[in-house]
């Protein structure tokens, strides 16, 4: 349960999956979007979750492929995760990109731009049985949904 050290290609996939829409959402915040009164405690949970998850992703072995077993159950599960988030992000980005949109839900799953990603990587982890990475997504979890909630009810 605490993982093997190398590299995979599965995580990097994942970070991929997560980096490139994020990137291009650089250029492309909401209106009138502002981290301003984001609270710390919050935003300090989200980086070190961000940090150990993307560690986690990128340097356990244990979530490359190892044949098909029931355990690959989790990984598709993450995967499909990861494929409604790219989703939710091509909807986003084709809207007028207002707080309400970039806060959306997703399939019946609220702010799903923070919580899918959230989830994938926690199904992740029990797929490859890194108790680092599920430790690491519960932290982000905080964090990074936390704040879109904070924003979602607060409209900051």
Same mark, same amino acid.
């Given at each position: 349960?605490?993982?093997?050290?190398?590299?995979?290609?599965?995580?990097?996939?994942?970070?991929?999956?997560?980096?490139?829409?994020?990137?291009?959402?650089?250029?492309?915040?909401?209106?009138?979007?502002?981290?301003?009164?984001?609270?710390?405690?919050?935003?300090?949970?989200?980086?070190?979750?961000?940090?150990?998850?993307?560690?986690?992703? *990128?340097?356990?072995?244990? !979530?490359? %492929?190892? +044949? &098909?077993?029931?355990?690959?159950? /989790?990984?598709?599960? @993450?995967? $499909?995760?990861?494929?409604?988030?790219?989703?939710?992000?091509?909807?986003?980005?084709?809207?007028?990109?207002?707080?309400?949109?970039?806060?959306?839900?997703?399939?019946?799953?609220?702010?799903?731009?923070?919580? *899918?990603?959230?989830?994938? !990587?926690? %199904?992740? +982890? &029990?797929?490859?049985?890194?108790? /680092?990475?599920?430790? @690491?997504? $519960?932290?982000?979890?905080?964090?990074?949904?936390?704040?879109?909630?904070?924003?979602?009810?607060?409209?900051?």
């Amino acid at each position: 349960m605490i993982g093997h050290l190398g590299f995979s290609y599965v995580g990097l996939l994942f970070m991929l999956m997560l980096f490139i829409p994020n990137i291009m959402w650089a250029k492309r915040q909401p209106q009138g979007y502002s981290a301003e009164n984001e609270n710390k405690i919050l935003l300090m949970l989200e980086r070190v979750g961000e940090v150990l998850a993307t560690c986690c992703a *990128l340097f356990f072995s244990d !979530f490359n %492929l190892h +044949g &098909i077993s029931k355990w690959s159950l /989790w990984l598709a599960a @993450a995967f $499909i995760l990861m494929i409604m988030y790219e989703i939710w992000w091509v909807r986003y980005f084709k809207s007028e990109r207002k707080q309400v949109d970039f806060y959306s839900s997703f399939l019946g799953i609220p702010v799903a731009g923070a919580t *899918l990603p959230v989830l994938a !990587f926690f %199904l992740l +982890g &029990i797929y490859g049985k890194v108790i /680092w990475m599920l430790i @690491a997504s $519960i932290i982000l979890g905080i964090g990074h949904i936390g704040i879109h909630l904070q924003h979602f009810i607060y409209g900051f």
